[in-house]
């Protein structure tokens, strides 16, 4: 089979490349829903980050956070493809359903990678392009081919890659690393074991079928519970520190105090739960919560946003 436009055709589930391959396919190998709230918070620690960066310099750094980021699922997507088919969450993705081979995987997401990482560098900052490849990386080498098959405490040194972009967006506009942007990094990283065990409590079956050393599946359901609580109540003082140090105001403040009193008590609601109902929910209210924490973060610093487009003197 020749590799050539002419190739190219339109079936019912979107456009179709040469190989059985449709761009619906790739796409799904970039893990778009997931990597919808990292580019946020990239944008969010952009946002709020002082300093001006021009508004298409801008648009670059955060098209080279998801690009990294989708990169980097296409890398984990060729790795895992053995337990992905085997797991029923994961079985209909591409390289399981032999929709896209192994090789064309592999070389997308590492030609992602590297693009997404020049691209930086060159036209955002080195800083913003090192954290970026680091992240990936940790994504890929720690997290895949490393701690997720090895150990339950997987999700709590890998998640540390999820972590990283509010610190890149901060980056892109200040070009450092600083306290302030470490608690943007910290507020992910206390985040991602009760937004991941959530779902790892009503998956539990999944991880186990596939051999993968899950919390819930090595340690239980109640000593699972009992971690995410654990996490929940240190995550949540720490979502209080941006307005202290001054990366927002007293309305995310606000907000930080009853979204982190929800998260706690449907924490606590987990724990005296028999079964997975509260653990759904919790999953689901993860979800959300990270997205109004950074996006009522953004809010706060409004004038800094409309600096950013040119529209007050205004500087965040
Ligand atoms: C090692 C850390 C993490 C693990 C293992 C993990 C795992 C998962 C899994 C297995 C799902 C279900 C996805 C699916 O069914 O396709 C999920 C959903 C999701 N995750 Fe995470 N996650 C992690 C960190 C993060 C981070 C850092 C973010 C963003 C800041 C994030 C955002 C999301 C979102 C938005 C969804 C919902 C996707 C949807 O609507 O289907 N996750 N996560
Ligand atoms: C460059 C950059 C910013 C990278 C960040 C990428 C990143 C760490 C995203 C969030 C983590 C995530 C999708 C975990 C799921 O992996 P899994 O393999 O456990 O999930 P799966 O079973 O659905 O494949």
């Known amino acids: 089979m020749t590799d050539t436009s002419a190739d190219i055709k339109v079936e019912t589930t979107g456009v179709a490349l040469s190989g059985g391959a449709s761009v619906r396919d790739y796409i ?6 997931v990597m919808s709230l990292v580019v946020f918070s990239g944008f969010a620690g952009l946002i709020v980050a002082p300093g001006y960066l021009h508004p298409l310099l ?24 053995d337990i992905d088919a085997i797991m029923e969450r994961t079985k209909s993705r591409p390289l399981p359903k ?27 900052n080195w800083t913003a392009a090192i954290l970026l490849a680091s992240a990936n990386a940790f994504y890929v ?9 090895s150990t339950p405490h997987n999700i709590v040194i890998g998640g540390a890659a999820g972590a990283f972009p509010p610190m890149i ?12 942007s470490i608690v943007l990094f910290l507020i992910i990283f206390m985040w991602t074991p009760p937004h991941f065990w959530a779902l790892a409590l009503f998956r539990e079956g999944d991880y186990a079928k596939a ?10 359901t109640e000593s699972t519970k009992r971690q995410m ?16 140090l001054g990366t927002a105001g007293p309305l995310y403040g606000a907000a930080a105090v009853l979204l982190g ?8 609601q987990v724990l005296r739960d028999d079964g997975v109902r509260y653990a759904k929910r919790m999953f689901g209210f993860s979800i959300m919560y990270l997205f109004a924490l950074f996006g009522l973060m953004m809010l706060d610093r409004a004038p800094g946003l409309l600096s950013l487009f040119g529209l007050t003197g205004a500087a965040g």
């Not at 032999?98 to 955002?124: D, Y």
């Not at 720690?142 to 997720?148: E, G």
């Not at 609580?229 to 202290?244: A, D, K, R």
């Open 141 to 149: 080498f720690i997290y895949t081919m490393w701690l997720k098959r």
């Open 28 to 33: 799904a190998l970039l893990k778009p829903r």
């Open 229 to 244: 609580l654990l996490y929940t109540l240190v995550l949540v003082p720490i979502t209080l520190l941006p307005s202290f």
């Open 98 to 124: 032999g929709r896209i081979s192994p090789e064309e995987a592999l070389s997308f997401g590492v030609t992602l990678t590297l693009f997404s990482t020049m691209l930086m560098g060159l036209a955002v």
């Open 169 to 180: 967006g901060w980056a892109a506009v200040t070009g450092s690393v600083d306290l302030q």
């Open 58 to 81: 801008a648009a670059v750094a955060v098209l080279c956070i998801a690009v990294s980021a989708g990169a980097a699922g296409a890398i984990n997507m060729w790795y895992d493809r």
């Open 261 to 268: 009193l929800r998260f706690i008590y449907l924490s606590v």
């Open 211 to 220: 051999g993968v050393p899950m919390l819930p599946v090595v340690a239980g």
